[in-house]
């Protein structure tokens, strides 16, 4: 789709202003085709995409956990549009060519997952996991189970006690998955996702590209972690470029256990420095968040930032398409700004990108101790690990 900003106008832009009005984000009527002014070229006043418009698009995107920069390109098209859906609006039930989405998907699935079924994450597109869980409430509370919610399941859903309330029950299941999953690295199977390849470089500064640099750190994470017996996938090779839908597809068809991104950022700022991580999780406060992703970003923040003076930037919510799409907890890290001379410097060095895979590394080994056998961060050396995890084959 072409994107829309601030000064365009037509009926696109009046669509983005009505579903904005919905969301409370602009004053009631605003986007109506009401006979609102005319300018004298032919623009009309509610069709025009100004600072007000571009203010709540920014909020919204806020909100989201999009990229927040006022302009809507296709995610913030589609958040929009999934926005406009309350459960009840319409029936849902699985499309397999082309899934619903919408909020109202979402409030179905965090239903079903208070109610005790495992409908996945919670991520607004109707699939056949939701199916499965719908189903299983359907059959359990004596209703034709047809895998459709309509009005008798939808009143059915209403009138039960959530047996979690407050808690995000997937998260907790991920939570109890880590746990059982055991403090070795050995077997355990993880997806790495260099970000960009092929013609897409990703950022590119004085002859440096993104795509190389994160394709170099991920094989050396990847060494690392074949080294300790674990399964590393790559989710492209040197010179492709997946869509990044088809990078979660490929994590979720490998069933891995783990799902971690690499790229390098960028800011008009060159003073702009450091690692930052992000993992799904929506708003702020009492949004979702997937608490597995959460501590292992900040594993990661913790161990890279003190072994490599790196300003640590935090974990962050996002909804990213790899964060939001995968089944498994997911990361993803940027691993300082090509645009600052400091990080560049750092980025250039092979010294350095072994330093942060190995600490990377760390934080996943961290992440399945949970604690135990733990060591003050940046303590823990990859001998250490080697170790512990020779130790338990006697
Ligand atoms: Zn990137």
């Known amino acids: 789709m072409q994107l829309l900003h601030r000064g365009d106008f037509g009926p696109a832009v009046a669509e983005i202003k009505a579903n904005l009005a919905a969301q409370g984000l602009l004053p009631e009527g605003e986007g109506a085709p009401a006979g609102g002014g ?33 302009i809507v390109g296709p995610a913030t098209y589609r958040a929009l549009r999934d926005a406009r859906w309350r459960l009840g609006d319409r029936p849902l039930a699985y499309l397999v060519t082309q ?3 919408g909020d109202d998907v979402v409030a179905l699935q965090e239903r079903l997952l208070e109610l005790g079924y495992d409908a996945g ?9 939701t199916e499965q869980a719908l189903r299983g409430f359907q059959r359990d509370y004596g209703l ?42 050995r077997g355990k199977r ?6 960009h390849g092929g013609a897409d470089r990703g950022i590119c ?3 440096a590209s993104e795509a190389d640099l994160v394709w170099d750190l991920a094989r050396r994470l990847e060494g690392r972690m074949v080294a300790t017996g674990m399964e590393a996938l790559l989710t ?22 783990l799902f971690l991104s690499l790229h390098v950022d960028a800011n008009s700022s060159p003073r702009a420095q450091g690692i930052a991580s992000f993992h799904f999780g929506t708003g702020t406060g009492n949004g979702t968040t997937s608490t597995v992703g959460e501590a292992l970003a900040g594993y990661i923040q913790r161990e890279v930032s003190a072994k490599t003076g790196m300003v640590d930037c935090g974990a962050h919510r996002k909804t990213w398409e790899v964060l939001r799409l995968t089944r498994m907890p997911a990361v993803r890290v940027e691993v300082g700004y090509l645009t600052n001379p400091e990080d560049r410097a750092r980025l250039l060095d092979p010294n350095f990108r072994d330093i942060v895979a190995e600490r990377i590394l760390v934080a996943v080994k961290r992440h399945y101790l ?21 130790a338990k084959i006697d």
């Open 190 to 195: 993880i997806v790495l996702d260099p970000g």
């Open 38 to 70: 005319q300018h004298a070229d032919g623009r009309r006043e509610e069709h025009v995409y100004d600072a007000v418009v571009e203010h709540a698009v920014r909020v919204f995107q806020q909100q989201r956990g999009l990229i927040t920069d006022g």
């Open 144 to 185: 034709v189970a047809d895998g459709v919610c309509g009005p008798e399941t939808l009143r059915a859903l209403r009138q039960l006690t959530p047996k979690v309330r407050g808690g995000r029950p997937v998260f907790l299941r991920e939570q109890e998955r880590v746990r059982t999953a055991g403090p070795l690295l």
């Open 370 to 390: 949970l604690g135990k056998n733990d060591q003050p961060t940046g303590t823990f050396t990859f001998d250490d690990l080697l170790r512990h995890e020779l």
């Open 121 to 129: 994450r919670a991520n607004g597109i109707f699939g056949g996991q």
């Open 236 to 257: 492209r090779g040197p010179d492709s470029c997946p869509q990044e839908s088809d990078r979660a597809a490929f994590a979720n068809d490998a069933g891995a256990e």
């Open 99 to 101: 899934p619903t989405t």
């Open 205 to 207: 500064v004085d002859g």
